[in-house]
């Protein structure tokens, strides 16, 4: 089983930046592909971007490629996404993922408010 605790969200201006950051339990963090996720009111869940296992790999969605980055580090079992120039659109609950044996795996989420 895997845990997932979500934090760094909050509120900032447009253009400004946050860091949130997702601690996983399990000595075999090192082993699953990270993901971020996000809802905004209304809308569906969806994919922000991804890590893989050693961090060299990692993809992104259109809407935060070359603002948002993602990052680990599989000896603190954390992983971080750090999000630059950010806009209104972006205001959603952020949420890191784990898929592991065919079951997702969630944090409880994160609030980001970005006002215009």
């Known amino acids: 089983q895997v845990q997932l605790v979500d934090s760094g969200g909050g509120l900032v201006q447009a253009g400004g930046s946050l860091s949130l950051s997702c601690a996983a339990s399990g000595r075999t963090f090192s082993s699953y592909v990270i993901n971020w996720f996000r809802q905004a009111p209304g809308k569906e869940r969806e994919f922000v971007a991804a890590i893989s296992r050693s961090g060299g790999s990692t993809n992104y969605a259109d809407s935060v490629k070359g603002r948002f980055t993602i990052s680990r580090d599989n000896a603190k079992n954390t992983v971080l996404l750090q999000m630059n120039s950010l806009k209104p659109e972006d205001t959603a609950v952020y949420y890191c993922?784990?898929?592991?044996?065919?079951?997702?795996?969630w944090g409880q989420g994160t609030q980001v408010t970005v006002s215009s």
């Open positions: 993922n784990v898929r592991h044996g065919g079951i997702d795996y």
